[in-house]
């Protein structure tokens, strides 16, 4: 098993450990038992991932939810279900909750812990890649507002987070694909995240393509590894996103346009930030911020892994520039991007001539 240590600053107090390998879900208790002093455990849990994992996690203590599935269900009405369960059950403040599933679950469940009884703990156990590597580290907690995704929510950090990579065996081609492109989110942004990285994920991801697309479990948790190394490291200088940690969106200007315009339905989120980190590479090819053969060697690791770069839809160029306004990461009326600089590298840069944007958009 491996292990990377979340250190939040400036309270040790919520540091907390992500553990990462093979059938951990069997020992769950025996991890959990260590952080929390919990009596008893609500597991929130879909209707997906309970027939696979849920009995794992079944024991006298536990208590179940079972969600609908989906992103359209990470909102206020299933959270007060899952409040009422709580109330229900008489989950007391010193209990806990258990988040298994993919982000959705993480989130909601997250979310409900922070504002039950003012905050019990809540422990992470992630089932997608995507939620392994990103959505299940860093306290980012919420529901969804039907004028915007994630606009309801908190910074409420787990107790642990257990990231089983036997799980991701269920998981369908599509889903996987979605984790690895948040993956290659960070092998781009890799040298911005810490002074000092002691690997090269963007290296990692060129050598052992077919290995990750095999899933060879020793190999995905050392990729699970570094993902969250990285993520630590920009949580622990900026939890709450008041400057460094917003890097961890690179690609997602352009990503939470097109999911605006496409209702969410279309493309998974990790679809759309592939597709993203494609119009920023081009953007920042345009304006000379990097060379050539940085972009070309990038555009290329997206295509190796099969993932989006393109959507089939014609939007309105001005239609897809207003959806990218209405991004959280807008500030003082400017777009911030997250912009490629140099290799393994961003800078944020908010002062982009809208017509270079515009030219992007097709
Ligand atoms: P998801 O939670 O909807 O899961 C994707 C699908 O996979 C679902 O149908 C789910 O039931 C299914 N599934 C989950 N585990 C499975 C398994 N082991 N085998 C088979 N099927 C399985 O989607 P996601 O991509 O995990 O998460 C997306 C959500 O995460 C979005 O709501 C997004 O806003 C959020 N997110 C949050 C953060 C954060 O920092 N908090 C970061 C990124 C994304
Ligand atoms: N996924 C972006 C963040 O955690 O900040």
Known sequence: MDKVK?????????SYSVLIGEKLLNKAYDYISKV???????????????????????NKKSEFIILPDGEMY??????????????????ERKDAMIALGGGVVGDITGFAAAIYQRGIDFIQIPTTLLAQVDSSVGGKVAVNHFSGKNLIGAFYQPKLVISDTCV?????DRQFKTGLSEILKYAFIEKSCANRVDFNLFG??????????????????????????????VVNKDEKEKGLRAILNFGHTYAHAIEKLTHYEKYTHGEAVSIGMKMIFELAHNLEYISEEYYKNSVELINDYG?????????????FYNAMFSDKKVADNKINFVMPIK??????????????????IK
């Open 36 to 58: 929390t002093n919990a009596n008893k455990f609500l597991i929130v849990t879909n209707e997906t991932v309970y027939p696979l994992y849920g009995e794992k996690l079944r």
């Open 343 to 360: 290799e393994r590298s961003v800078a944020i840069k908010n002062n982009i001539d809208k017509k270079y944007v515009i030219k992007g």
């Open 168 to 172: 991701l065996n269920t998981l369908s």
């Open 204 to 233: 990692y991801l060129k050598a052992y393509k077919d290995e990750i697309y095999n899933k060879n479990p020793k190999i995905l948790k050392k990729l699970i590894k570094m993902s969250c190394e990285l993520k630590s490291c």
């Open 6 to 14: 979340v250190k939040i600053n400036p309270s040790k107090k919520t």
């Open 74 to 91: 990470k909102n206020m009405d299933i959270l007060n279900k899952i409040l009422d369960k709580a109330l229900e059950i008489k989950l």
């Open 307 to 319: 993932l989006k770069t393109s959507y089939e839809e014609k939007f309105e160029p001005e239609e």
